[in-house]
């Protein structure tokens, strides 16, 4: 049986989506092998680049203010997540979050069923600068 643990926060580090997270439970931190956790902070006016999670779901928790989040084919849906939302993301499914506040921080909680969370992570740098999302 594997140990039951605790992993102490406060290591942050920046995921190839451009964005910055605060270590959490994976493959690298607990052992975990089915599953990642980790929390995440968007800076005011920030946002991730477009990417999907290749064989992996997502599921966000929104703790503080409020975000939109472009997804599906040529990032044309559209969604707003405020305190207290949680969202599903399909694997697969492109997307790109982005803080709706330009003066306030947008904290998350972000699960995947990735333990090594960044390896399943395919930009798509294609769907960067679409005009909608400008």
């Known amino acids: ?10 290591g942050r580090y920046t995921g190839v989506q451009g964005l910055s997270y605060f270590s959490g439970i994976s493959s690298e931190s607990a052992g975990a092998r089915g599953l990642c956790l980790h929390a995440l902070t968007i800076p005011p006016g920030g ?3 477009a990417h999907l999670h290749e064989g992996h779901e997502s599921a966000i928790y ?5 975000a939109v989040v472009w997804y599906g084919e040529g ?11 949680f969202v599903y993301i399909p694997a697969g499914t492109p997307h790109l979050p982005v803080n709706a506040s330009d003066s306030e921080p947008c904290v998350a909680l972000v699960a995947r ?3 090594n969370e960044q390896e399943s992570v395919v ?7 679409l005009p909608h999302l400008q």
């Not at 930009?123 to 960067?128: G, I, Q, R």
């Open 123 to 129: 930009l798509l740098p294609e769907l960067d600068g």
């Open 75 to 85: 990032l044309a849906e559209r969604l707003e997540q405020h305190p207290g939302d």
């Open 62 to 66: 929104l703790i503080s203010g409020d």
């Open 1 to 10: 049986m594997d140990p039951v643990r605790v992993v102490s926060g406060g």
């Open 113 to 115: 069923t990735d333990p």
């Open 47 to 49: 946002r991730a680049r």
